[in-house]
């Protein structure tokens, strides 16, 4: 019981500092924002801030995984919903999108902390990508097993979803053609949509 009290008691606090740097990151922006900073607002000493973070940029990407997480929660609820899988996949694709804009472009201050996430702590940004993925993964089988996509190989074409939306999800490339209107987030999502349709007799097939 002690070890995971124990337990329980660090991941708290863990997650307290995460909470904390991430409304500084906010209010002061990642580069004026310092361990000292955090320490002071949960009232503890640098020394102990470090007893559970080994640097500031393990704090950014605690910041950016929970970040990250959110995402991923409201996608693993669209994709287990039981709407159509043509339905699904559009409302995935919008939110995910949504999300990233709201929370890495709308706050200029913490977009700054996600691009020096991105950069050094690429594997984060890995594993949440990878999450994603496998959402629309799963939504573009179950819409292979109800006839309405054409996707041979499911792995692959959920990869090229993702490819094909980089705009739409990537924080700084949301950020870059804000002010490029076409193609809409709705246009994409419908040439997305288009591609998964199942082919008619005659029609070339694509090689997924």
Known sequence: MTLVSDHAEIDDMRTRIVVTAEKLFRELGYQKTTVADIAKVLRMSPAN???FFDSKKSIVAAVARRLMAEVEAAAAVIVSDG????????VLLSTIHLMNAERYVGDAKLHEMVAIAMEESWDVCTAHMEQI??????????????GEFHAPDVGL?????????????????IAQCADKPDPSLDQM????????????????????
Do not use: N, W
Request: charged fraction near 20%.
């Open 49 to 51: 801030v470090y007893r």
């Open 83 to 90: 709407a159509p899988a043509t339905q699904r996949l559009r």
């Open 133 to 146: 993925t496998t959402g629309i993964g799963k939504v573009i089988a179950d819409g292979v097993a109800s």
């Open 157 to 173: 074409t959920a990869h090229c979803v993702c490819t094909a939306m980089i705009r739409f999800f990537h924080p700084q490339m």
């Open 189 to 208: 999502v419908d040439f997305v949509l288009a591609g998964l349709a199942p082919r008619r007799p005659g029609e070339a097939q694509l090689r997924l």
